[in-house]
């Protein structure tokens, strides 16, 4: 007897319908898979035997085929085990008790399982659950930990279940099994909070400045410095002070990073992400790829920050690939027999030393590299990727009493608007109305500013789009009308340090 069993599959960070048909017949006993599986799929011959043996199903003699359709996609991972064996059931002659379909949807099988039949969690879940459910279908069955995720995606009804023989039951009377605890049906929505504040940065007013601007705008932020002056502190400040993302975004970020198998259970995420790869990062590691098409630390930075910290140590080749994601906010990676792309938007945010020692222009120690040094470790950095950057800002040596902070924090920014909004933490609203509407009205007086110093200065278009992106978002912090020539000003102000840096490489 032929049968056909509804189950889903994960190609990088899509979901694909499978279908997984058993036939049993007369024949030397055997069981054979077929349908392009890779090893670890072949390996599901012997769990889904054991398994179901295990549950006190009783297989029946003769020659058991398994095929994986479509036969041209290639076949990786565990989640097809439950499906297959509920194939196995089914063409054994048991049919579905009629209480299981309740409007006559065939129901969709998700999970790895265990010799001894536990249902097992498997990655890309949500993937698979949301690319179902565009297909129509409206009935899944889940290993009970990642229930919630599968109730993640509205209009589809999930049977969580522990093990096999609570799916077999099911099959065989209609009754869904208990969930033990509220928790692993329900969704939790943490952290609801509003990120609080920058407050952490008083001494440096400069910096203040360029994370507050950095924040309202997600603009891409290189920070140069000696080490030691709280780089990397202010990167991490950044991630935490994001928005909260918005409801559809949140849906779209937990898919992809439930897809990369790093989702913590349990709970839809929030939080815009905070992506801090190590400098030995390899392009497949960077933009993603490889055999199981995995996503690269761009994709899982989208919607909120990819921090390279010791940019100059990055292999120029590998921050290259970054030009496209960043000017396209999206990724394609070729794949035999065509492409597939990938959501990559995000905010860059990058540090680096001055110089090889680190300490070029401190007052902290002198510069121990020669000229040529100097030039070698800049030039790892390519012109169009700094140009890239939106705000270039230089970090100093901590100034006051810096170790009070936290305590009491000290604001020494000239404007008393920034201290305000540090206080009020009001830029995630601001960022929210900076992601969704950018279009602002650019006064007469900038325009012809920005006209004048164009030429002098070299800017390229690009610069010129990007100086107007980060003198709106000053405009906004001022909540003036339109973009003034003093915003633009001071959008250049963070421009001209970074053509320093180019025109010293
Ligand atoms: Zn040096």
Not at 106 to 112: I, R
Not at 176 to 194: I, L
Not at 415 to 440: E, F, K, N, V
Not at 472 to 499: C, G, I, Q, Y
Request: aromatic share 4%.
């Amino acid at each position: 007897m032929v049968t056909k069993i509804k189950s889903g599959a994960l190609m990088g960070i899509d979901g694909l319908s499978v279908t997984v048909e058993v036939d049993i017949c007369r024949g030397l006993p055997g069981f054979f898979l077929v349908g392009l599986p890779n090893a670890e799929v072949r390996e599901s011959r012997q769990r889904v035997l054991a398994a179901l043996r295990n549950s006190g199903v009783k297989l029946p003699p003769g020659k058991i085929t398994v095929n994986l359709a479509p036969a041209g996609v290639r076949k990786e991972g565990a989640s097809y085990d439950l499906a297959i064996a509920m194939g196995v059931m089914a063409a054994r002659g048991q049919s579905m008790h009629r209480h299981c379909l309740q409007s006559g949807e065939a129901p969709l099988f998700l999970g790895e399982l265990s010799l001894f039949g536990q249902l097992q969690p498997v990655r890309g879940l949500l993937a698979m659950v949301l690319a179902a459910a565009e297909r129509g279908d409206r009935l899944v069955i889940v290993p009970a930990s990642q229930a919630w995720e599968a109730g993640l995606v509205p209009g589809v009804r999930v049977v969580g279940a522990k093990n096999l023989s609570d799916v077999i039951h099911w099959w065989n009377s209609g009754e869904e099994p208990v969930m033990e605890s509220a928790s692993e049906k329900a969704v939790r929505y943490f952290p609801n909070s509003q990120p609080t504040s920058v407050l952490g940065l008083a001494g440096q007013p400069s910096l203040l400045k360029a994370a507050v601007v950095a924040l309202a705008g997600r603009h891409n932020v290189l920070m140069v410095g000696p080490p030691g002056t709280g780089k990397t502190r202010l990167a991490r400040i950044l991630g935490a002070s994001q928005a909260l993302l918005e409801p559809d975004e949140a849906l779209e970020v937990t898919r992809i990073h439930s897809a990369a198998g790093i989702l913590a259970e349990g709970c839809l995420m929030r939080r815009r992400p905070f992506r801090a790869p190590h400098h030995t990062l390899t392009k497949a590691g960077l933009i993603g790829g490889g055999t199981n098409l995995r996503p690269g630390e761009v994709t899982l930075a989208h919607r909120g920050i990819l921090f390279l910290d010791e940019l100059a140590e990055f292999n120029p080749s590998v921050l290259d690939v970054l030009r496209e994601p960043l000017e396209e906010k999206k990724i394609t990676l070729a794949r035999g027999g065509g492409s597939c792309i990938y959501p990559a938007d995000f905010q860059l945010v990058a540090a680096m030393n001055p110089c090889r020692c680190g300490f070029l222009g401190s007052g902290i120690k002198p510069c121990r590299c020669t000229d040529s040094e100097r030039r070698r470790y800049l030039s790892r950095l390519s012109g169009p990727l700094l140009d890239r950057f939106d705000l270039f800002v230089q970090v100093g040596a901590w100034e006051g009493d810096f170790l009070k902070e936290g305590n009491q924090p000290v604001v020494c920014a000239p404007a008393s608007d920034w201290r305000q909004l540090m206080t009020t933490g009001c830029w995630p609203d601001l960022q929210r109305a900076t992601i969704h509407c950018p279009a602002m009205k650019i006064s007469d007086k900038a325009k012809h500013h920005l006209n004048l110093i164009r030429q002098p200065l070299g800017l390229s278009l690009r610069s010129v789009h990007s100086c107007l992106r980060v003198a709106t978002t000053m405009a906004r912090l001022d909540r003036s009308k339109a973009v003034e020539k003093t915003h633009v000003m001071e959008a250049l102000e963070f421009r001209m340090e970074n053509l320093a840096l180019e025109t010293l490489a």
